[in-house]
């Protein structure tokens, strides 16, 4: 029994292992009745995989099986591989035992689609019904929302469920018309919308009456593919933003497509996935969500790609150079945020620490600045006078000589002598 | 000038009054391990007093806020040498300075202890994620850990109101205690017990369930990983090699 049970968690956490969501946060639930586990403010990632990703949650599809046909997706129905599936029990049984041994933080429950929606999103619910209900277990879970399931199911599922998502996969309408035409972006608005207007609703009575229940305390996120089909990255960056803003989503997932399949529509196997695209676009997410950005600021019809050499934030600046040098000592916070080289930790460190003095150079070091790249934008107590106003080309070339991208295996600006 | 003190938090406490009852000028403070008599400099031998150390504490109380204390605190586990010398002077720049000083990271001190504390949280962190608990046949869960900082009261709690419904046994191989939670509370232990037969007990101390939950987790391991993204260099910097000791799924 047990090598089957081993066979499945291999085919299942295999198919499972494209959702790139693993986070853990956002979630104060109270292991109130003695039983096991609690949420953690800030999450909690117990390994990381051999790719340099979080391994939080035990991340398993209940099954396999799928009655669509979605071209990006390896569980698709006419993708031959093998199909397995969980018993409730079985899911009920690892999750204890993992998260006993604090091996995970929680579980992370999706599933293909079988039979019906309804059907399927009911055989989630069991799930998470019998580990908060039977076995006492107050750890996170991440639950799938099944789109298309009754409104019912979900909300019955949010009572017991930290966070819910569901995946827009493709960025654009078009997109996902390409690869999966049973699909459409309304099929993922309705239910998100529905969650959502659930969360604010329960936040309001439980001001009012403390003992109503927690509803998806740790919020709602979505994943998007890129890479699949041909979008801009401002056309990517536009549909995150209406997303954070129209359904409150705590996070969007950026997935570089990795080939699967020899469809024509998409690039071939054997592409490299397209990780420094990836690492661009959660870039300017964290720009847009922690550094007061707004999205057309970065990317915009001039501009509707980020820059593969430099980051977003120095590209802005160096786009924006009227903006700059930046007095250290007497500006604005949010414009300290701005400068490259300073993260939100320093620039808070500055905006405190210069009430005591003015702040020179070996300070901003000592605080954690990166000094080298934000010299360019900055003047401080014994910044030396400069004669010269560099051009936006020129600093980049000094910013560039002086790093090394992690992502370039080969250093271009090396010279080759033999 | 150097004061010497016992290592312990209320003797460092202590020194503190010490130097206000005597403002003896620019002092070094130093443990009694690890002083090295020398002809340069005069030496006064701190006597731990707790009613001196509660004094101290309290009027730390009144000038920091919880966030710092707990900082303050981090600090100290982290028994450095050098650290125990800047929280020294961390603790007299506080009392000489009007509320507030403790923003000023220009002041090394502040700098040294903050960033010191930021240190010792990581690494209680690092134990929250990377302690892997064994089912014993006695039905206790076991981990054996050698933390760089004495974590040990920073993740009593966590793990206390986490696993409130099994027992439970953290054992610090370097220092040479544990925590016991019974149920109820949670207790200091000490084991005169082989350390190397505690690190990996044996097959046959364990339930018989655990060998299979381990390779499950193996197992899961593995295939969550995608291969065609292998990224060596970023999987050390979150999982340093130090730590794979303990984690079962690293080991073959």
New interface residues.
Partial sequence: M?ER??EK???L??A???DVSCSSSGSDR??TN?????G?HSG????????????SL??ILLTNHCIFDCAYCVSRKSNDIERAAFTVDEVVE?TM??Y????IEGLFLSSGIFKNADFTMERLLRVVKKLRLEQ?YNGYIHLKTIPGASDELIKEAGLYADRMSINLEMPTETGLKLLAPEKSHQDVIKPLDFVQKQIVQFKDEKKLIKSVPKFVPAGQSTQMVVGATAETDKEIMYTADSFYKNFALRRVYYS?Y?PISNDTRMPILGT??P?LRENRLYQTDWLMRFYGFKVHEILNDANPHLDIDIDPKLSWALRNLQHFPVDINTADYRMILRIPGIGVTSAN?IV??R???K?HIY?LK??GVAYSRAKHFIKCADTSFQLKDFQATQIKAFILAESQS?YLKTDTNQLILF | MIYIFDGSLEGLLTAVFEWFERKPGFVNLGTEKTHQPGIFFETFLVETNRAKADRVWNGLQKKLSREWLRKFYCAYLSELPEVFDALFHFATYIFLNPAGAEKNYGNEFVLKVSKTARSVEREKHRMESFIRFQHTSDGVFYCGIDPDFNVLPLIANHFKNRYADQQWIIYDLKRHYGLFYDLNKVEEMTMNINSQAFKNPKSNQLDEKEILYANLWKDYFKSTNIESRKNTKLHVQHVPKRYWKYLTEKQI
């Fill in positions: 047990s049970l081993g968690l291999n085919i956490a295999d499972a292992k494209y109270k292991n003695k039983g096991v586990g609690n953690h909690i990632c117990h390994t990381y995989t051999e790719d340099g990703r979080c391994v035990l991340k690892l035992n993992f006993r041994r604090n091996f006492n570089g990795i490299q996935p990780l460190k405190q620490t009430k005591f003095g702040l300070q000592n605080i992690k």
